[in-house]
């Protein structure tokens, strides 16, 4: 559906957006195939430049070097019709207070019903670091990860563009 603008949209005619929280995402590149088969507009938010595909349909939005600039920057320009593409759950969390869908690099979208345990894991990891703990890292990322994203992005495309008035949008009220 287009928007008067233009641009490939939910139903009312607000354009759906992709905002990528870009420094450390591993799935650029599959979001940038995804925008452009779905003819959606793209910003990577970082701390630091970075190459992106040419075309009007990529942006890069660099902020200033410091604790949460590209989520504050994130957080005030995204709207309930647009995507976040996060791994950071602090991140995730405020995206979901503003009603606004939030997805994982592994494909796993942030909900009303996982984002407390997400938060309290990270907090817990967080703690045992402090304390001088050794934990490992998260698994390596691979192709099962990219393939699972794919899936998911779809999906949340699919489900904000047949959602009404936004609500029951996927992933946001239940599992998908």
Same mark, same amino acid.
């Given at each position: 559906m287009r928007s008067v603008s233009g641009e490939t949209g939910i139903p009312g005619g607000l354009?759906?957006?992709?905002?990528? #929280? +870009?420094?450390?995402?591993?799935?650029?590149?599959?979001?940038? $195939?995804?925008a452009r088969r779905y003819d959606l507009r793209v910003t990577l938010v970082a701390g630091s430049w970075m190459n992106t595909p040419p075309g009007p349909d990529v942006a890069l939005e660099v902020v200033?070097?410091?604790? #949460? +600039?590209?989520d504050d920057w994130i957080i005030a320009h995204?709207? $309930?019709?647009?995507?976040?593409?996060?791994?950071?759950?602090?991140?995730?969390?405020r995206c979901l207070a503003k009603d606004v869908y939030a997805l994982g690099p592994t494909g796993r979208p942030f909900?009303?019903?996982n984002i407390g345990e997400a938060?309290?894991?990270?907090?817990?990891?967080?703690?045992?670091?402090?304390?001088?703990?050794?934990i490992?890292?998260?698994s390596p990322f691979g192709a099962r990860d990219r393939s699972r994203f794919l899936q998911a992005l779809d999906r949340a495309i699919h489900g904000l563009r047949s959602a009404p008035t936004g609500r029951d949008r996927p992933g946001q009220a239940r599992e998908v």
């Open positions: 354009p759906l957006h992709i905002y990528v #929280d +870009a420094d450390a995402c591993p799935v650029k590149q599959e979001i940038y $195939r995804v200033a070097q410091g604790f #949460d +600039a590209a995204a709207v $309930r019709s647009d995507i976040v593409i996060t791994g950071d759950v602090p991140l995730a969390a909900t009303e019903s938060l309290a894991t990270r907090n817990l990891y967080s703690e045992m670091r402090d304390a001088g703990e050794t490992g890292g998260p």
